[in-house]
């Protein structure tokens, strides 16, 4: 009977925590860091995405089980593989909004194609990477 | 048969097998119908109007048609020099698409640089070759007070605007009572120098038989894809789009010439030489701390930006990859704006397209391009294309002579 409530219990925490990799309104789905430290969602402000023109995401970050992170400390590269170049622009964090979201400036294409964005980052749980494919 | 009426018949048969490919050469086959992705990008490139223009935050009267008038008149008066005979349009001639014809440009002595086109300029975000102003009216600052360009001097400039009783008058309608000089010498000189870029933000790129062309692609509805254009539009024919399918395929010219202005207006190195006798040019490596540590930047105290988002400057990159990396111009109306490249190394448009072909090894940096290997009759028909890319300015003619 308690291991019963026990599993109910944990199955209605993790309800209240939310499911990893459930979408949030406005976000896209929750995917996993490479080592499984971290679940990231995000979406440009720009719809749909085009090239040459500045424009801004919101990161949010939780930890692997959903909760969100206040103090992650978070860093963006990346580039087109297939053309062996980076980044236009130096895009980073500037603020902190809420619920784990971030705002990240700066983010701009110069070309259409296979992009890769690489978002590194550090919190509590440790230190991690994801990489964000996207095709313009 | 003797031997000698087989020669002579395998000598026609060698004849007429060379004049039908030089005639298949010239006359490309009836095209295979492009693709929606083709189509998509083909659309991406098109402009009937030209797109909405960026706003200037930095200049608070960059569409003010009385600002466009008083810069009218600054970019044609060749008093803004040090002998008198250097005007905005000595370098930037509106009857050769607002460059000058020469491999550097000439103002009172011998410049460094190939005359950019001022056509389409204020889509821009950076201006220059190596991205050094962030602004069109920064910009226009540069060359007044360069000793190899226009000679003058802010004092004399603030003077003239001050003492010409039209200047004035204009000036005072638009910024206020003019400062007492030589206090208000920077005041003035800003002033003046957005006003040119108010006239330069009229310089708009107009149709050319390429959109002419992609229109009817679209009018003739997206279940159509046959890319035989339309009788009316003689001008872009099945050469002109095997030069176009090379352009956003084989060839990756779409790349970095993409976009309604067929340019990103970010920095590459391609690999050109210098200017014989030169030293390379450091390109964006240097002109983007040029850019960040410039008086007359989006952030800095002359700049009408409120709150100063500024977003090129604060999010700029930097980097040693950027070295002699320089700006992709727009490819519309390439025809009378020779020489190309930032000290007009190359004369033709043929040379250009060669240059990309081979790709050599960058003198500085490392050539972003790769060989293409296209053989020569693709080389041709990549310049027809090019030729397509040419039309009116959408500008009414009065903004292309002298004010009276």
């Given at each position: 009977?308690?291991?019963?409530?026990?599993?109910?219990?944990?199955?209605?925490?993790?309800?209240?925590?939310?499911?990893?990799?459930?979408?949030?309104?406005g976000?896209?789905?929750a995917?996993?860091?490479?080592?499984?430290?971290?679940?990231?969602?995000?979406?440009?402000?720009?719809?749909?995405?085009?090239?040459?023109?500045?424009?801004?995401?919101?990161?949010?970050?939780?930890?692997?089980q959903?909760?969100?992170?206040?103090?992650?400390?978070?860093?963006?590269?990346?580039?087109?593989?297939?053309?062996?170049?980076?980044?236009?622009?130096?895009?980073?964090?500037?603020?902190?909004?809420d619920?784990?979201?971030?705002?990240?400036?700066?983010?701009?294409?110069?070309?259409?194609?296979?992009?890769?964005?690489?978002?590194?980052?550090?919190?509590?749980?440790?230190?991690?990477?994801?990489?964000?494919?996207?095709?313009? | 048969?003797?031997?000698?009426?087989?020669?002579?018949?395998?000598?026609?048969?060698?004849?007429?097998?060379?004049?039908?490919?030089?005639?298949?050469?010239h006359?490309?086959?009836?095209?295979?119908?492009?693709?929606?992705?083709?189509?998509?990008?083909?659309?991406?490139?098109?402009?009937?109007?030209?797109?909405?223009?960026?706003?200037?935050?930095?200049?608070?009267?960059?569409?003010?048609?009385?600002?466009?008038?008083?810069g009218?008149?600054?970019?044609?008066?060749?008093?803004?020099?040090?002998?008198?005979?250097?005007?905005?349009?000595?370098?930037?001639?509106?009857?050769?698409?607002?460059?000058?014809?020469?491999?550097?440009?000439?103002?009172?002595?011998?410049?460094?640089?190939?005359?950019?086109?001022?056509?389409?300029?204020?889509?821009?975000?950076?201006?220059?070759?190596?991205?050094?102003?962030?602004?069109?009216?920064?910009?226009?600052?540069?060359?007044l007070?360069?000793?190899?360009?226009?000679?003058?001097?802010?004092?004399?400039?603030?003077?003239?605007?001050?003492?010409?009783?039209?200047?004035?008058?204009?000036?005072?309608?638009?910024?206020?009572?003019?400062?007492?000089?030589?206090?208000?010498?920077?005041?003035?000189?800003?002033n003046?120098?957005?006003?040119?870029?108010?006239?330069?933000?009229?310089?708009?790129?107009?149709?050319?038989?390429?959109d002419?062309?992609?229109?009817?692609?679209?009018?003739?509805?997206?279940?159509?894809?046959?890319?035989?254009?339309?009788?009316?539009?003689?001008?872009?024919?099945?050469?002109?789009?095997?030069?176009?399918?090379?352009?956003?395929g084989?060839?990756?010219?779409?790349?970095?010439?993409?976009?309604?202005?067929?340019?990103?207006?970010?920095?590459?190195?391609?690999?050109?030489?210098?200017?014989?006798?030169?030293?390379?040019?450091?390109?964006?490596?240097?002109?983007?701390?040029?850019?960040?540590?410039?008086?007359?930047n989006?952030?800095?105290?002359?700049?009408?930006?409120?709150?100063?988002?500024?977003?090129?400057?604060?999010?700029?990159?930097?980097?040693?990859?950027?070295?002699?990396?320089?700006?992709?111009?727009?490819?519309?109306?390439?025809?009378?704006?020779?020489?190309?490249?930032?000290?007009?190394?190359?004369?033709?448009?043929?040379?250009?397209?060669?240059?990309?072909?081979?790709?050599?090894?960058?003198?500085?940096?490392?050539n972003?391009?790769?060989?293409?290997?296209?053989?020569?009759?693709?080389?041709?028909?990549?310049?027809?294309?090019?030729?397509?890319?040419?039309?009116?300015?959408?500008?009414?003619?009065?903004?292309?002579?002298?004010?009276?």
């Amino acid at each position: 009977m308690k291991a019963w409530v026990c599993a109910l219990f944990l199955c209605f925490a993790a309800g209240a925590f939310g499911q990893p990799g459930a979408a949030v309104l406005g976000l896209g789905a929750a995917q996993p860091s490479a080592s499984g430290l971290y679940l990231v969602s995000f979406a440009p402000n720009l719809e749909p995405l085009a090239i040459n023109q500045m424009h801004s995401w919101v990161l949010r970050i939780t930890d692997a089980q959903g909760v969100a992170l206040a103090d992650a400390a978070i860093e963006v590269s990346g580039g087109m593989p297939a053309h062996d170049h980076g980044l236009p622009t130096a895009p980073r964090v500037t603020a902190y909004l809420d619920d784990g979201q971030y705002l990240l400036e700066g983010m701009k294409f110069h070309m259409a194609g296979a992009w890769e964005l690489v978002v590194d980052i550090q919190a509590a749980p440790g230190k991690d990477f994801i990489v964000l494919p996207l095709t313009l | 048969m003797a031997a000698g009426v087989w020669r002579n018949l395998a000598g026609l048969a060698a004849l007429a097998i060379a004049l039908g490919v030089a005639y298949a050469l010239h006359h490309p086959a009836p095209p295979e119908p492009w693709r929606p992705a083709e189509l998509q990008t083909i659309r991406s490139l098109a402009l009937d109007t030209p797109p909405p223009l960026p706003e200037a935050p930095g200049n608070a009267v960059a569409d003010h048609p009385l600002a466009q008038r008083l810069g009218h008149r600054l970019f044609f008066d060749a008093r803004l020099s040090a002998n008198g005979l250097v005007s905005c349009a000595t370098c930037h001639q509106s009857t050769r698409r607002f460059t000058d014809g020469l491999p550097r440009a000439v103002g009172v002595a011998l410049g460094n640089r190939n005359s950019m086109s001022l056509v389409g300029a204020a889509y821009s975000p950076w201006q220059f070759w190596d991205g050094r102003k962030d602004s069109l009216w920064s910009q226009a600052a540069s060359p007044l007070e360069s000793p190899i360009e226009h000679g003058a001097s802010r004092t004399q400039l603030a003077r003239l605007v001050a003492d010409d009783a039209d200047y004035r008058r204009l000036y005072q309608v638009l910024f206020g009572a003019m400062p007492p000089l030589p206090q208000g010498t920077d005041e003035v000189f800003v002033n003046t120098v957005k006003a040119i870029a108010a006239y330069e933000r009229l310089l708009l790129p107009g149709e050319t038989p390429f959109d002419r062309y992609a229109k009817s692609l679209q009018d003739s509805g997206s279940s159509s894809s046959t890319p035989s254009p339309p009788p009316a539009e003689a001008s872009f024919g099945h050469r002109e789009i095997a030069g176009l399918r090379l352009f956003i395929g084989k060839a990756q010219c779409i790349n970095c010439h993409n976009g309604p202005l067929f340019a990103n207006h970010e920095f590459h190195n391609t690999g050109v030489l210098p200017a014989p006798g030169a030293l390379p040019s450091k390109g964006r490596a240097e002109g983007v701390h040029l850019a960040l540590n410039d008086p007359l930047n989006c952030l800095g105290p002359h700049s009408d930006a409120a709150r100063k988002p500024c977003p090129e400057l604060r999010f700029a990159r930097t980097g040693d990859d950027l070295v002699a990396a320089h700006k992709t111009p727009s490819l519309r109306n390439l025809a009378g704006s020779e020489p190309y490249m930032h000290a007009g190394q190359l004369g033709t448009l043929a040379d250009v397209l060669r240059h990309y072909n081979r790709a050599p090894n960058a003198v500085i940096g490392h050539n972003e391009a790769k060989p293409l290997n296209l053989l020569p009759y693709e080389l041709k028909r990549l310049e027809a294309f090019l030729r397509t890319l040419d039309g009116p300015l959408a500008t009414e003619s009065e903004w292309l002579v002298a004010p009276e």
